[in-house]
Nanobody, 119 residues
Framework: QVQLVESGGGLVQPGGSLRLSCAAS?????????MGWYRQAPGKQRELVAN???????NYAATVKGRFTISRDNAKNTVYLAMNSLKPDDTGVYYC????????????WGQGTQVIVSP
């Protein structure tokens, strides 16, 4: 069974930090997929926060660049999102995504983890 399991969300004050984790099941090798973190704020569309390609290239939304860092641990088959200097606008449900196009398109999502940034 294909699974992505997120953890690490919670309530944090503005300026604080959190680290999200996305553990992939053994049939998803995070080193072979483009792994991404998306978020969805209340009343808004889901948006890309950051991703890391198979080759290790990282991409960030302009709103989080310099504050968030995506990384992966191939041995643990886990992807992380370190979030620093959190702002109330970072509030939302954060989803992990695994995407690959060869040998065929496969697109998997986790169940999400809630992040609330509030005083």
């Amino acid at each position: 069974q294909v699974q992505l399991v997120e953890s690490g969300g919670g309530l944090v004050q503005p300026g604080g930090s959190l680290r999200l984790s996305c553990a992939a099941s053994r049939n998803i090798f995070v080193s072979r997929y483009t792994m991404g973190w998306y978020r969805q704020a209340p009343g808004k569309q889901r948006e890309l926060v950051a991703n890391i390609t198979r080759g290790g290239t990282t991409n960030y939304a302009a709103t989080v660049k310099g504050r968030f860092t995506i990384s992966r641990d191939n041995a643990k088959n886990t992807v992380y999102l370190a979030m620093n200097s959190l702002k109330p606008d970072d509030t939302g449900v954060y989803y992990c995504n695994a995407y690959i196009t060869t040998p065929r398109i496969m697109d998997y999502w986790g169940q999400g983890t809630q992040v609330i940034v509030s005083p």
